[in-house]
């Protein structure tokens, strides 16, 4: 797909959920496009490789939750992997400061080429556990928005998501489908490390019957000093 055309798909899919771009912010997307391509025959970094997926399940999902960032604040994305959602958020939302931490390396040094390529400024990349970056004080409940999609179980993922966040902060989690299940277990989790869930809102990607569930959890009281607990335990052993 040449890069007119590119943009063109990006506006029109964009559009579905009322997120008007020009083709200036199309072209950050494109070389973001150009860049996963080169790299994912290197190392893995997304097994979609088709561009119009690529747009559609990469792109226009991560944007899905951007009515949520608000301007000025500072946000963390658990788990990127690709960049995703931070890098998506970031060509959207550039005067908000990003924090993008993944536990490979090889995906760090992947988004810091992504970084120069685009010229993308308050950006910080970080190869890290979580587990390791939340006892970190500069981090630790100082973060406005933590966000992630697809990295866990949601008793897991909180234990990632919320030490970071500070008071009146919020969790932005981005499940698939059938989660009613999940929210049931990870209740106790949310009560422990602090949180209270806000809005559950299901989603169709347009045009398709693809269900994705956005998840708000807003912090209404400190996390304990314990969590989270020592790199593993989270997944090995949730919160329930």
């Not at 806000?198 to 693809?210: A, H, Q, V, W, Y």
């Amino acid at each position: 797909m040449n890069k007119e055309d590119f943009i063109k798909e990006l506006i029109n899919k964009l559009k579905e959920i009322d997120i008007k771009i020009n083709d200036n912010i199309g072209e950050f997307f494109y070389k973001y496009t150009k860049l996963l391509l080169e790299w994912n025959e290197k190392i893995n970094l997304t097994a979609i490789t088709d561009i119009n997926d690529i747009i559609l399940k990469h792109y226009v999902d991560s944007l899905t939750i951007n009515k949520y960032i608000k301007d000025k604040k500072n946000i963390i994305d658990i788990g990127t992997g690709a960049g995703f959602p931070g890098i998506p958020l970031k060509i959207l939302n550039p005067n908000n400061d990003f924090i993008l931490v993944d536990s490979l390396n090889k995906r760090i040094n992947f988004l810091e080429k992504v970084k120069e390529e685009l010229k993308l400024e308050n950006i910080k990349l970080i190869h890290s556990r979580v587990e390791d970056l939340a006892r970190n004080k500069e981090y630790r409940e100082n973060i406005d928005i933590s966000v992630s999609r697809a990295v866990a179980n949601l008793s897991t993922l909180l234990e990632y998501m919320l030490p970071f966040v500070k008071l009146n902060g919020i969790c932005i989690c981005m499940k698939g489908p059938n989660i009613n299940e999940e929210v049931e277990k990870a209740h106790k989790a949310i009560q422990e490390l602090g949180g209270e869930i806000t809005k559950i809102k299901k989603i169709n990607l347009p045009n398709t019957n693809i269900e994705r569930n956005i998840l708000i959890i807003k912090k209404i009281k400190s996390t304990p000093k314990k969590y989270p607990r020592k790199a593993g335990m989270p997944s090995k052993q949730p919160i329930l």
